[in-house]
């Protein structure tokens, strides 16, 4: 769930940016704003701050985890991204997205941790992406380009 407005927001603007720009997914956030409203399942023990499933098979899934500036290199993000990540690459579908979205500052470092601990797992089927609160950023698999704008 979210701990802080900062952090909140960030999940907002993001789930709002990956519904303008996959129109066909239906996004959960782990946001309560009503009673019973639903929220993103469990993988490998952590619940991700969005998730937006679709039918088209050109983006059947998204993942996407929110963090500040004082979170993106701690262990337990580095073991968050590997679990979201590890569930795209459990599944037999096609086209499987995860973000990591942060606020300005964190933007290096989330760029880092995602380089460094990702890139070997970008695949045909699999983008690691960045959302900086403005753009979305994709990660290159080994051999093409670090990093470019989507």
Known sequence: ????????????DTSIAIQQRYPQ???TKDIIENPGDPVPPIFGGYRPD???????????LVIAEAKTVGDVERTHTLCQIDAFIGHLESMQSANRTFILAVNGPGCEKARN?????CRHRVTENIEIELFDGLDFWRLGAPGDTLWRLS
Do not use: A, C, W, Y
């Open 25 to 27: 997914v239906k996004v």
């Open 50 to 60: 969005i998730i937006g499933k679709s039918s088209d098979p050109r983006i059947q």
């Open 1 to 12: 769930m979210s701990q802080s407005e900062t952090h909140r927001r960030l999940v907002i």
């Open 113 to 117: 941790v995602l380089n460094f601990n």
